[in-house]
């Protein structure tokens, strides 16, 4: 009776839903968006950083996206809106860094 009761919950979900931390943290982070927030949190942005660097960081952590799918959420993240990252310019090339 108990092993059928402890089937019934886990196909049917009755009672309370219980939502792990480790939910939260894996949507968080989901997609190329989530990979640059998760290199942020990891203090990756505390020294300018060029673009080919993320790219590689990324890669390194499990984000495999085409370049164009990571260039978009980096300029929207160090745009005035989101405030996370600022986008510097030195020797004519575009570093971003944490912005503080």
């Known amino acids: 009776m108990s092993r059928l009761e402890k089937l019934e919950r886990a196909v049917f979900r009755s009672g309370k839903v219980i939502t792990s931390k480790t939910d939260k943290d894996a949507e968080k982070y989901k997609g190329s ?3 640059i927030r998760l290199l942020a949190d990891e203090g990756y942005f505390d020294k300018k950083r060029t673009f080919g660097d993320i790219c590689k960081a990324l890669e ?3 984000y495999h996206y085409t370049k164009q799918a990571v260039q978009t959420p980096l300029n929207n993240l160090s745009s005035s809106k989101k405030k996370l990252l600022v986008a ?3 020797k004519g090339r575009k570093l971003y860094a ?3």
């Open 33 to 35: 968006t989530g990979g």
């Open 60 to 62: 390194s952590k499990g």
């Open 88 to 90: 510097l310019t030195e």
């Open 98 to 100: 944490k912005r503080k």
